[in-house]
């Protein structure tokens, strides 16, 4: 989503801004006396009312995600407001008639709706409770100059659907002047002679109370200590970070796409590398769509990589080397490539198969299909089955040594990758010294392997640009040199990586592994 969306700027009337202080009071409580205030004269404006509306599925999935959808309506205006978890940014859209036959204005903005449907799936979002206020605003002028305003708001808080419940209270909100006046001073005395107490305005956390029974997320952990406890735990706080990357790739934010890539490959490994903690016949599935998921978002990161790779190694040689519009040509190739990738990234999140994906990590934190060996405690039982990886990772290094091909060395990649995941996930139940140990020595080892790979890549692409560039006329001679530049890095990868090796495999270091 474009980061330039309109925003409009209009403030519901349980809004008040940061300078007001906030009294709260119960329904129907009258505005204090304001006759008789030393130096001002009290002018009262014509009611307003307004009202917002929260949006969500019948069985509530934005709130259980901590999200907030409303449609916020007043006197002369409108506008969609969207609050994601763990920002403080709103995004806000006026509320306009769609230009559609048959279209229903107070349906969802297509633009809100797709930030949030990774959510609400196969369920449609409609109103599930609505705040109405009613304000009076008394304006306190000397001269004809504004000194002071309170603002007496009747709340009104109700969920709507099968079952209704409603909730009542009055709001005061004092604007300057300054805290400690006399007039600030007397102000205060009277709204605490009609039983109004300082408080936050209270309509939004009210909302949030009322369709509490779905927050928080349904999770059985098992018994502390066990080794399916520690596996819940952090299958638990991956699919957490699954959800939360859906929405930031939706917003095309930097590194999303990495990072939802990264939190699909955790849970993927985590329930390849610990297979006897659980029931394969439910999580072998899983560890599929996981791995078609990792697909689909593949050519997108790696795009992404490639184009600042080559970007990057133009930007170094000298200038001399650098033979016609190379770069442009570079900008032109990856910018079709990334806009194709991107497409096929949103048509998966938005399809049915990411759908069902994301209900099914939900059921299985839910119901958890953990094995008799789950059971067992945590710092027993997960060395032992991470051994079976770290086995794993044994051979592979060895065919690799025996033949250090391109496959040979990226299955050593894979494998590593895995067991540095497995080595995370199992870290809370051993000795935290050691582990440390082994994954700093993995990750020495990985970073060799990925920069392997990714020379690996980038000479294919190389050939590519250059190919393309002598069959336009251009001169392919500065794709050339990269290539080469990347066949020495590689070459020097090779020749480092028994070094680094002998360091991930250290005894000492491994020595937690059964």
Known sequence: MSSDRARHDMRPATEVPSTARTFRAPAGTSAPRLAGLRGVTAAPDPAVVTETQRYDTDDLRLAAAGI?????????????????PGEDDVIRLPATVPDVEG???????????ELVRGVRRDRELRPVARVRTVRTTTRLLASGTPRAALDRDDVSVATLGESTTVDTWTEFALHPPARGTAL??????????VGAVAAAPGADDRVDELLAPARPRRVRRGKKGTAGRVLVDYLAAQVDALAAQDIRVRRDEPDAVHQMRVASRRLRSALQAYRPLVDRERTDPLVDELRELGRTLAPARDAEVLRERISAGIAGLDPGLVLGPVQAQVTRHFARIEAEARAAVLAELDGDRYARLRTALDDLLADPPLSARAGKPAEKELPKVAGKTARRLEKAVAVMEDEPT??????????????????????PAVSKKQVKAFRKGLKG??????????SVVSREALRELGAQGHAAGDNGFTFGVL??????????VESRLPGLWDVAWAKKARRWLR
């Open 184 to 193: 600030a001073s007397e102000l205060e005395r009277r709204l605490g002679d």
């Open 103 to 113: 279209a229903d204005p107070h349906d969802p903005p297509a633009e809100l709706d």
């Open 406 to 427: 391109d496959d040979a060395i990226h299955r050593v990649r894979k494998d590593a990758k895995r067991m540095r995941y497995a080595t995370e996930l199992a870290a």
């Open 483 to 492: 290539h080469g530049h990347d066949r020495a890095m590689a070459a020097l």
């Open 68 to 84: 907030r959808l409303e449609l916020a309506t007043g006197p002369d205006d409108a506008q969609w407001r969207l609050t994601l």
């Open 445 to 454: 080892m990985q970073t060799a392997l990925g920069e392997h790979q990714d």
